[in-house]
């Protein structure tokens, strides 16, 4: 099940799918663009030691250099009907909280 884990509006997201944690970058320019990277064992292991702090760091890093990023990147990740769906679970918990 794809599920939203954290989240920072207009920067980045964190989610899950079952045991593969797929990180959700807004890229910059003038037209939007994400990138979604497969996080590797490492990035997991910060996260759960740093917390949402060292996503931020992540995120500048795909976001100016996505290019190091591409062997983990997801193609049409947007398209995958659960992606949606997570989000909407996402923001119905954020408002009932």
């Given at each position: 099940?794809?599920?939203?884990?954290?989240?920072?509006?207009y920067?980045?997201?964190?989610?899950?799918?079952?045991?593969?944690?797929?990180?959700?970058?807004?890229?910059?320019?003038?037209?939007?663009?994400?990138?979604?990277?497969?996080?590797?064992?490492?990035?997991?292991?910060?996260?759960?030691?740093?917390?949402?702090?060292?996503?931020?760091d992540?995120?500048?890093?795909?976001?100016?250099?996505?290019g190091?990023?591409?062997?983990?990147?997801?193609?049409?990740?947007?398209?995958?009907?659960?992606?949606?769906?997570?989000?909407?679970?996402?923001?119905?918990?954020?408002?009932?909280?």
């Amino acid at each position: 099940m794809l599920e939203v884990l954290a989240q920072k509006p207009y920067s980045w997201t964190l989610l899950r799918d079952d045991n593969e944690y797929i990180f959700s970058v807004a890229g910059s320019g003038r037209s939007f663009i994400s990138y979604e990277v497969r996080l590797i064992t490492r990035e997991i292991q910060l996260y759960e030691a740093y917390g949402e702090e060292i996503l931020d760091d992540l995120a500048r890093q795909v976001a100016q250099s996505p290019g190091m990023f591409k062997s983990r990147m997801i193609e049409n990740f947007e398209q995958d009907e659960r992606v949606s769906e997570a989000y909407a679970l996402w923001h119905k918990q954020k408002a009932t909280n």
